[in-house]
């Protein structure tokens, strides 16, 4: 999954994952950004599958033989 990263007029980061739609966060450092923002992606991936929701992107990830 991408992240997209950039810094505000105020000094602040913000990045996202555009693929996981709220998953956003600020940080006052590039890496403070893409560190909670991975963070808060697995947190949304982990809910959604507790929920039964398919999550095409980890389909390469996961393999149950047949």
Known sequence: ???KI???E???WIAE???LPGVM???QTREEGISK???LALRVIADRLEHGE???ELD???AVPT
Do not use: T
Request: charged share 35%.
């Open 1 to 3: 999954m991408k992240i």
């Open 6 to 8: 950039e810094c505000e």
């Open 10 to 12: 105020d000094g602040r």
């Open 17 to 19: 994952v555009p693929d």
């Open 25 to 27: 966060v600020y940080g």
């Open 37 to 39: 923002v991975e963070a």
């Open 54 to 56: 398919s999550i095409p």
């Open 60 to 62: 390469e990830l996961f």
